[in-house]
């Protein structure tokens, strides 16, 4: 039952390498089905798109759920110098993504680079008063392509128009252990889950109810588990687990959600899962996390479902901006999945 840590940040960075702004979910949704299918799998896609897979196993199922939407912009409208007014799509600020690189995607399937910038760009002909001046999405900052575009007209020749997405670099750096990037929220723990799967078809394990894995595609704009499969008993949701000054939750360790910015996870799964990770020797702290935070769990209670619902997942810094996490809390988050299923 080791965790494959090789094969886990090799499916992380082929995650990471394709844009998947929420909505856009084929190109993501075709690479998982394939990684699926060749572990030994079935897939089975939703109608708005989403992969559900039946991991085996006989009695009272559950769902695990990891998402594979990233936040990121949208084209809201062309500027007369041809640059890109733009807008969020999920919760991504301009102060943690001014000065990245993009990739502006046509609804033709053409991609164009270009970076966030603000406006004026240039620290050395800002004036004083300009310099503290808050980024803001509407007043003061653009994407600037990557192109010979003077006006918009030029920029409407390429292809280019209001409503293209655009997905950030996202930037993977893995060292002494850290893992760095944009969108390990939730790429990370997408990945983890995979490894599980790989793990439970290699070696036999025998689940001790069923099981299936779910991997949504609209967690950042909350309706990513709105659908469950017939008889679902149980959701857990593997999501990261942010840290901050007030937090218990460590980039080494997985943490148990006790509560978040909706409402408390379901007590009696809760304190399973804790079960589970003293008596298998996890190394896990038990967290809460408000005011602006909730998984896909939430989605599929507020859907009106009748489950129970908990979260597990790895501590993770800069959440929705340039996060990191350790490989040592993937780990533990497989760990803690693996006993949980058994």
């Known amino acids: 039952m080791a965790f494959d840590k090789e094969y886990c940040l090799d499916v992380l960075q082929k995650l990471l390498a394709i844009d998947s702004t929420t909505g856009q ?11 699926i299918n060749d572990l030994g799998y079935e897939v089975r896609h939703t109608h708005k798109g989403g992969v559900l897979v039946d991991l085996g196993g006989e009695g009272d199922p559950l769902v695990i759920t990891a998402h594979l ?32 690189n993009v990739r502006v995607h046509t609804r033709d399937g053409k991609v164009y680079s270009g970076t966030i910038g ?7 002909v800002t004036e004083e008063e300009l310099r503290d001046v808050l980024p803001d999405f509407r007043k003061n900052v653009n994407v600037v392509l990557d192109e010979d575009v003077k006006c918009a007209e030029d920029t409407r020749k ?36 995979l490894t599980m799967m790989k793990t439970l078809k290699e070696e036999g394990i025998v689940l001790k109810r069923k099981v ?15 659908y469950l499969p017939e008889g679902i008993k149980d959701i857990l949701a593997i999501d990261i687990a942010p840290i901050g000054p007030e937090q218990n939750s460590d980039e080494r360790k997985v943490s148990i959600f006790a509560k978040d910015s909706r409402f408390p996870y379901h007590y009696g799964m809760t304190n399973e899962l804790r079960k589970c ?37 790895p501590g993770t810094a800069n959440s929705h901006g340039y996060e990191r996490t350790h490989i040592d809390g993937l780990r533990n988050t497989y760990d803690l999945l693996v006993a949980y299923v058994k």
Request: aromatic share 12%; charged share 20%; with cysteine.
């Open 212 to 226: 299936y894995a779910y991997f949504a595609m609209y967690e950042e704009i909350g309706h990513g588990t709105t």
């Open 25 to 35: 979910y084929e190109e993501i949704e075709e690479c998982v089905s394939k990684m």
């Open 158 to 193: 390429l292809g280019i128009e209001t409503g293209d997405m655009i997905g950030i670099e996202p930037r993977f750096v893995y060292v002494n252990g850290y893992i760095k990037s944009h969108f390990v929220d939730d790429k990370a723990c997408a990945a983890t889950l």
């Open 118 to 124: 603000r406006i004026p760009n240039s620290l050395h």
């Open 69 to 100: 939407d990233d936040i990121g912009l949208m084209v809201r409208h062309i500027n007369a110098d041809g640059t890109l007014n733009v807008c969020p799509v999920g919760g991504l600020y301009p102060f943690y993504c001014v000065m990245e």
């Open 277 to 313: 990770a003293i008596e298998n020797k996890v190394d896990y702290v038990m967290d809460i996390f408000t005011p602006h935070y909730g998984t896909d769990g939430d989605a599929t209670v507020l859907a009106g479902y009748d489950i129970r619902h908990a979260a597990i997942g």
